[in-house]
């Protein structure tokens, strides 16, 4: 059975709702052979993302790059999973104040160490929340459990 382990930074209700649709697609009812781990980045080891099929990493943009939560999370997972989790399917999303290129560019550079394999473009959700950001999260969270159960990543 896949599993799906969801990595967000949580400072808001809208980063939570973000977060929570993101659990909610991968999740789906018509998709019954997947287990989702949703962790924030301060209890998310090693292991965690060792033991995962896929993951998806979500971040605000803080300073025109990732939280800080989101950076440590990757320190500490890094060397432990260098060479263990190539190829890795993972995915992406950015809540920017700005424009969240800072963030996105930061952590695509991280996977692209990692050897991770991007499921798609980093969603980028920037500007002032709106419903749409919420769909956007849902529609990954399926389309990353989707893709496993199918084989296709």
């Not at 382990?5 to 939570?16: E, F, K, R």
């Not at 695509?108 to 929340?129: A, C, M, N, Q, Y």
């Not at 419903?131 to 529609?139: A, I, L, Q, R, T």
């Amino acid at each position: 059975m896949p599993r799906i382990l969801i990595v967000a930074n949580l400072p808001s209700d809208n980063c939570i709702a973000l977060r929570d649709a993101v659990v909610r697609g991968a999740s789906d009812p018509a998709l019954d052979d997947i287990t989702v781990n949703a962790c924030a980045p301060l209890e998310a080891e090693a292991d965690d993302v060792l033991e995962a099929d896929g993951i998806i990493v979500g971040t605000t943009e803080n300073f025109g790059y990732m939280s800080g939560l989101i950076k440590d999370f990757f320190e500490r997972i890094y060397y432990p999973c260098l060479e263990k989790t190539e190829a890795l399917p993972c995915a992406l999303y950015v809540k920017g104040g700005l424009d969240g290129q800072g963030a996105k560019s930061a952590m695509e550079r991280i996977i692209t160490g990692l050897r991770w394999k991007p499921i798609r473009d980093t969603l980028v959700l920037h500007g002032e929340f709106r419903d749409e950001f919420v769909s956007n999260c849902e529609e990954l969270g399926m389309q990353m459990a989707a893709g496993l159960e199918a084989g296709i990543y």
